[in-house]
């Protein structure tokens, strides 16, 4: 008698779900959608987490990727015999140009890096004085003028050196200008240069070219716009070192020894004074750069 009752009920309760039959597709895809949407939730705090740690994994292969860290730098202060206290003062992207013109100009050995940094850190005491210091009088009894005073990590001196230098990096830089001819100041007189300089302007200037970010480095009194040694020790105060460093030959003349010997050997061909304090630049340097303790 009772499994005749349960099949009278469950028999009318089956009939009234029948009509209901063809949405059951419609709700095994809802149910499939709320499970996927709890997955989701789940993942949810991974995902965010991987995120939140890129940005730090992206400046770990960056500081990898470097020659010269800013940690390197910062270590790299230390007590000059006649100069005093040294460290350098190099904005993020001063570091980030300092990187590109290293491989830019192949100076990329811990020796090479050291040598470079030794004489610039002498030169502008660490990055702070990228342009020469003294009055109009002082620059003109030495030939130049306050437009045409040293500028950049290697103080590039001269209406003869910027001239050469504009002419360099309009060749570098402006593929149409790949032929024009550069004349280098250790082998080639100031005539020769200006003529080159003047020469380089006039094949810009028939192919309608802008060359003004590379003409500005030579000082122009007439113009409106900063020129000659304050637009390079803005604008390319590393890239006029290296480029003085290739100019002057100082890679090709370096013993494979490290040491400074040759300090001495960049010291007189880069031209700057004080040699026993890029002695001690350098000794303070090389370690930092060659992952030695100090």
């Known amino acids: 008698m009772m499994p005749e009752r349960l099949h009278q009920i469950e028999q009318p309760s089956l009939c009234r779900l029948r009509p209901l039959f063809f949405l059951w597709p419609l709700f095994a895809i809802l149910a499939a959608a709320i499970l996927l949407w709890g997955v989701e939730t789940v993942r949810t705090p991974v995902g965010t987490l ?3 740690l890129l940005p730090e994994r992206e400046r770990e292969e960056e500081t990898a990727g470097l020659l ?19 460290s350098w003062s190099v904005s993020e992207e001063s570091l980030e140009e300092l990187n590109r013109v290293l491989r830019e100009y192949n100076i990329t050995t811990a020796e090479e890096i050291s040598q470079f940094l030794a004489q610039a850190a002498v030169e502008t005491s660490g ?39 504009s002419t360099w990096m309009m060749k570098r830089y402006i593929p149409e200008l790949g032929e024009i001819v550069y004349l280098n100041p250790a082998s080639h007189n100031k005539t020769e240069i200006r003529e080159a300089y003047h020469r380089a302007l006039w094949t810009a ?16 009194p007439q113009s409106a716009d900063i020129t000659g040694a304050d ?8 890239e006029s070192a290296a480029y003085y460093w290739q100019a002057a030959g100082v890679k090709n003349a370096l013993s494979q020894l490290p ?36």
């Open 127 to 165: 990055g702070r004085w990228l342009t020469e210091l003294g009055e109009e009088s002082y620059f003109r009894h030495r030939g130049y003028t306050t437009g045409t005073r040293g500028a950049g990590y290697f103080h590039l001196t001269y209406e003869y050196g910027q001239m050469a230098f």
């Open 231 to 238: 637009y390079i020790s803005q604008t390319f105060a590393w």
């Open 50 to 52: 991987a995120k939140d």
């Open 259 to 294: 040491g400074t010997a040759n300090t001495d050997i960049a010291s007189k061909l880069v031209g700057g004074s004080n040699w026993q304090s890029r002695r001690e630049a350098y000794l303070a340097f090389y370690p930092v750069l060659n992952n030695q303790s100090k």
């Open 68 to 86: 010269v860290t800013l940690e390197q730098l910062e270590r790299m202060h230390y007590m000059d015999s006649t100069l005093g206290e040294i």
């Open 205 to 220: 200037a028939n192919l309608g070219l802008d060359v003004s970010r590379y003409s500005r480095i030579v000082y122009d």
